[in-house]
Nanobody, 124 residues
């Protein structure tokens, strides 16, 4: 099993910046592809970013591309989401997720393990 714990959420003003962290533990971390998702109340969970097992490939939807950056430090068993120029529409609970398979996935069903989530609120 893989355990994931997010941190770094909070209140940020539009145009500011925020960095989320996801600490992972388990048998192995470096072999898993990792992703970030977000979910607002009453809405479907939305893909935010993904990174391959070795950090060599990343993928973002158009809604965040150019503003958010996913990265990982396998030596620290940690994945990050750097949020630059956040907008009120980015307000949601952000979840870190891990996939048993090395390929990147954009659907929530592609991921096997999930953190508890961290709230991000962007004020206007």
């Amino acid at each position: 099993q893989v355990q994931l714990v997010e941190s770094g959420g909070g209140l940020v003003q539009a145009g500011g910046s925020l960095r989320l962290s996801c600490a992972a533990s388990g048998r192995t971390f470096s072999s898993y592809a990792m992703g970030w998702f977000r979910q607002a109340p009453g809405k479907e969970r939305e893909f935010v970013a993904a990174i391959s097992w070795n950090g060599g490939r990343t993928y973002y939807p158009d809604s965040v591309k150019g503003r958010f950056t996913i990265s990982r430090d396998n030596a620290k068993n940690t994945v990050y989401l750097q949020m630059d120029s956040p907008k009120p529409a980015d307000t949601a609970v952000y979840y870190c997720a891990a996939s048993r398979y090395p390929a990147l996935g954009v659907g929530a069903g592609s991921y096997d393990y999930w953190g508890q989530g961290t709230q991000v609120t962007v004020s206007s």
